[in-house]
């Protein structure tokens, strides 16, 4: 069965730290793929990044980066020199041959001036 | 282009009634999948509709259904309304088609509150 596990439920951290979002999945599928949204207060999903299960490189975009790794089942996801705008809450997401997007339960990400 | 526009973005309705919601997707987009949001169950799928069929679906009872119409554009009722259905209901576009790769675009929600 897949399922997608975000161990931590809330994290806080002064701005300009660095801070890392955990993600783990399971799946059977051999090609899936796996989505980070960020949720602000509005109730809006925002797109941040797809990977696919064969493409193992990491991927920095400005301030955020992702780590993929296979062997241990994880997608986590670091910012780096927070900002308070990052406050939010944080999703990770798995779709396989399933169509359907199946979701962590968020980490609410608070960043304190 | 125009994002995804749900409304009404809040419905407050009484135990027992119904409740239609609507979502019209992005331009070319052919999917357009449902889910709900709670704090106590967090996000969970309803179902995926695809060039006017439904395509799959999540594990909510009957009272949860919906449909596709010919411009993508995608509606789901709930019936029988209960206190427990109060939740935020978010609609997701994608391109669709047998490609399951591509991200989906999400609207604002409609916040339903049953009193």
């Known amino acids: 069965a897949q399922k997608v596990t975000q161990a931590q439920t809330e994290i806080s951290v002064v701005e300009k730290e660095d801070v890392t979002l955990d993600c783990v999945y399971e799946?059977?599928?051999?090609?899936?793929?796996l989505f980070w949204y960020k949720q602000p207060p509005s109730g809006e999903l925002v797109f941040l990044i797809r990977?696919?299960?064969?493409d193992e490189q990491n991927e920095i975009s400005g301030r955020y980066s992702w780590n993929f790794q296979k062997s241990t089942s994880s997608f986590n996801f670091t910012i780096t020199a927070s900002q308070v705008v990052d406050s939010a809450v944080y999703f990770c997401?798995?779709?396989?041959?399933?169509?359907?997007?199946?979701w962590g339960a968020g980490t609410k990400l608070i960043i304190k001036p | 282009k125009a994002g995804v526009t749900q409304t009404p973005r809040y419905l407050i309705k009484t135990r027992g009634q119904q409740v239609t919601l609507s979502c019209s997707p992005i331009?070319?987009?052919?999917?357009v999948s449902w889910y709900q949001q709670t704090p106590g169950q967090g996000l969970q799928f309803l179902f995926e509709y695809f060039s006017e069929t439904q395509r799959n679906k999540g594990n909510f009872p009957g009272r949860f259904s919906g449909r596709q119409f010919s411009n993508s554009r995608s509606e789901m009722n709930v019936s029988t309304l209960e206190l427990g259905d109060s939740a935020l209901y978010l609609c997701?576009?994608?391109?669709?088609?047998?490609?399951?790769?591509?991200?989906?675009?999400f609207g604002q929600g409609t916040r339903l509150t049953v009193v």
């Open positions: 990977r696919n299960s064969f």
């Open positions: 799946t059977r599928d051999t090609t899936y793929y």
């Open positions: 331009s070319g987009h052919r999917s």
């Open positions: 997701a576009s994608s391109l669709g088609g047998e490609d399951y790769n591509t991200e989906a675009f």
């Open positions: 997401a798995l779709r396989d041959s399933n169509y359907q997007l199946i």
